[in-house]
Structures are given as structure tokens and as C-alpha cells.
């Protein structure tokens, strides 16, 4: 399975953005999928993550702002992402993982920008 995330540009603060991940397979078997980001100089961070069983988690920085979530159906996940801050500026990355055999699968990155 190939994830292909897409969505990213440059934006203004206070602006929105939606992020996709597209699987080339179906997602059903997927237990839980995830946003990261990695800003220049840091370390990749959790943003949001969504279970097989729609339960969500964010990021203290995004809570509130950004809204994860998965149509099966398209085999796609989302990240909606409202109210940006020049501080969300990072390349974005989808994984989804696979419990049984701890199997991981990411996606390649999409550029973010937010411009104060």
C-alpha cells in the first residue's frame, strides 16, 4: 500500500487548508492513521490521529484548529486544518499502521506555509 498526501501551499494566518492522504489500497485494515509534521530544525511531531474506530486525538497545538478524520470509502484520511499560525509552517506526512505484525506505511511529505 502507497500513501500519497497532497493539499499543502501557502496560506495567510487565520487562513484554512485541507490536507488528503490517498491510499492506494483500502485503509479498512488500517487500526489507526496519523498526521506528523517536521518544521526545519525539529523533530517530527504527532498532529492528530485517528482510530479504525473513528476515535480522534490532537496535538495540544492544534486542538481546536484541526479536524482528522477517514472515509474508508475513498480509502482517504483528512486533515482539516483551520485558523493557521506561522508556527504550523512544517512539511506534513500520513502513516497508518497495522497492529497485527506492526506493520507502518508513510507517505511522502506536503509543504505547509503559513505567512504572518
Known amino acids: 500500500v502507497q500513501l500519497q498526501a497532497c493539499g499543502g501551499g501557502l496560506v495567510q494566518a487565520g487562513g484554512s487548508l485541507r490536507l488528503s492522504c490517498a491510499a492506494s489500497g483500502s485503509i479498512f485494515s488500517f487500526n489507526a492513521m496519523y498526521w506528523y509534521r517536521q518544521a526545519p530544525g525539529k523533530q517530527r511531531e504527532l498532529v492528530a490521529r485517528?482510530?479504525?474506530?473513528?476515535?480522534?486525538h490532537y496535538a495540544d497545538s492544534v486542538k481546536g484548529r484541526f479536524t482528522i478524520s477517514r472515509d474508508n470509502a475513498k480509502n482517504t484520511m483528512y486533515l482539516q486544518m483551520n485558523s493557521l499560525k506561522p508556527e504550523d509552517t512544517a512539511v506534513y506526512y500520513c502513516?497508518?499502521?497495522?497492529?497485527?505484525?506492526?506493520?507502518?506505511?508513510w507517505g511522502q511529505g506536503t509543504q505547509v506555509t503559513v505567512s504572518s
Open positions: 485517528i482510530t479504525d474506530g473513528g476515535a480522534t
Open positions: 502513516n497508518a499502521f497495522i497492529l497485527q505484525g506492526s506493520v507502518n506505511y
